[in-house]
């Protein structure tokens, strides 16, 4: 099981954030994905998930209304496009991947086995 997060770099504030995590060694069809993300200072936090179940989505509070994920099944590839970014969205985002239990996914790293290396994203002007 492999993850490779991609898309990070510097980000205008106000503008639009879109990250990408291809998935290899298994499918998407049997594991729940989450995004998480390590501000400096700053514990990890989940910020979406995704059910391999019943593709149900969760948000965390923080990016809830901004964020959307979604899954290229033809690529094996899950997606995170934020808008708005703020300088406070500033961190390291990493993607995570668990094998599905149920119809729910967690926003609790807690819950992940395999995590990619993750992918810097600066909100700055």
């Known amino acids: 099981v492999q993850l490779q997060a991609s898309g990070g770099g510097l980000v205008q504030p106000g503008g639009s954030l879109s990250l990408s995590c291809a998935a290899s060694?298994?499918?998407?069809?049997?594991?729940?994905i989450g995004w998480f993300r390590q501000a400096p200072g700053k514990e990890r936090e989940g910020i979406s998930c995704?059910?391999?179940?019943?593709?149900?989505?969760r948000y965390g509070d923080s990016v809830k209304g901004r964020a959307t994920f979604s899954r290229d099944m033809a690529k094996n590839t899950v997606l995170l496009q934020m808008n708005s970014p703020e300088p406070v969205d500033t961190a390291v985002y990493y993607c995570?991947?668990?094998?599905?239990?149920?119809?729910?996914?967690?926003?609790?790293?807690?819950?992940?086995?395999?995590w990619g290396q993750g992918t810097l994203v600066t909100v700055s002007s």
């Open positions: 995570a991947a668990r094998r599905t239990s149920g119809n729910d996914c967690y926003l609790g790293s807690w819950a992940y086995d395999h």
């Open positions: 060694g298994f499918s998407l069809d049997n594991y729940d």
């Open positions: 995704v059910s391999a179940t019943n593709h149900a989505t």
